[in-house]
T-cell receptor
Framework: GAGVSQSPSNKVTEKGKDVELRCDPI?????LYWYRQRLGQGLEFLIY????????KSGLPSDRFSAERTGESVSTLTIQRTQQEDSAVYLC????????????FGPGTRLTVL | AQTVTQSQPEMSVQEAETVTLSCTYD???????LFWYKQPPSRQMILVIR??????QNATENRFSVNFQKAAKSFSLKISDSQLGDTAMYFC????????????FGQGTRLTINP
């Protein structure tokens, strides 16, 4: 079946604009994760959704960042009033359930804030 | 909080050689998982191998094996008979067994296999 997909692949925006990044998880995967990867760095956890439970937002770096997920499907990561330090690759992953299952990653969205 | 450290920013070996990538981690947890992920230029993160902390036996997947030393909090990856397609960034990652299943990543090692 299809893997995790993300859109857009690349996004260039101006400082101060809002952006929305989309993630389509693998069908049937109840857990969904967002990570940020700055240039030359490892991935940093941002937020985690598991079914209908309250999301774990402990990794969001500021209140400019928010994310939503509709049921067990699509998720959107929104960054308001973008700053240059928000430039990074944003990766989404999904897994079958919360108690250990392999996380399958999407190809990421490269965000560049000018 | 957990931390993962990869002390080798870059490594380079000849094709067919064996290479070992280092990883250490810090945690107060007793039950957890450790992973090695590969990230080629396509950006796609690919799981290479995983280890469950309660298992003493080192995990092996074909040419990839780990040396897991729980007391030393060390988790190295050995790639045998390296191939050109192994060229990529390699990330070591930690996950607690309980609670939110978020991965904590190291900074990565850029591995180049030369022909």
């Amino acid at each position: 079946g299809a893997g995790v997909s993300q859109s857009p692949s690349n996004k260039v925006t101006e400082k101060g604009k809002d952006v929305e990044l989309r993630c389509d998880p693998i069908s049937g995967h109840t857990a969904l994760y967002w990570y940020r990867q700055r240039l030359g760095q490892g991935l940093e956890f941002l937020i985690y959704f598991q079914g209908n439970s309250a999301p774990d937002k402990s990794g969001l770096p500021s209140d400019r960042f928010s994310a939503e997920r509709t049921g067990e499907s699509v998720s959107t990561l929104t960054i308001q009033r973008t700053q240059q330090e928000d430039s990074a690759v944003y990766l989404c992953a999904s897994s079958l359930k919360a108690v250990y299952n392999e996380q399958f990653f999407g190809p990421g969205t490269r965000l560049t804030v000018l | 909080a957990q931390t993962v450290t990869q002390s080798q920013p870059e490594m380079s070996v000849q094709e067919a050689e064996t290479v070992t990538l280092s990883c250490t981690y810090d945690t107060s947890e007793n039950n957890y998982y450790l992973f090695w992920y590969k990230q080629p230029p396509s950006r796609q993160m690919i799981l290479v191998i995983r280890q469950e902390a309660y298992k003493q036996q080192n995990a092996t997947e074909n040419r990839f094996s780990v040396n897991f030393q729980k007391a030393a909090k060390s988790f190295s990856l050995k790639i045998s008979d390296s191939q050109l397609g192994d060229t990529a960034m390699y990330f070591c990652a930690f996950m607690k067994r309980a609670g939110a299943q978020k991965l904590v990543f190291g900074q990565g090692t850029r591995l180049t296999i030369n022909p």
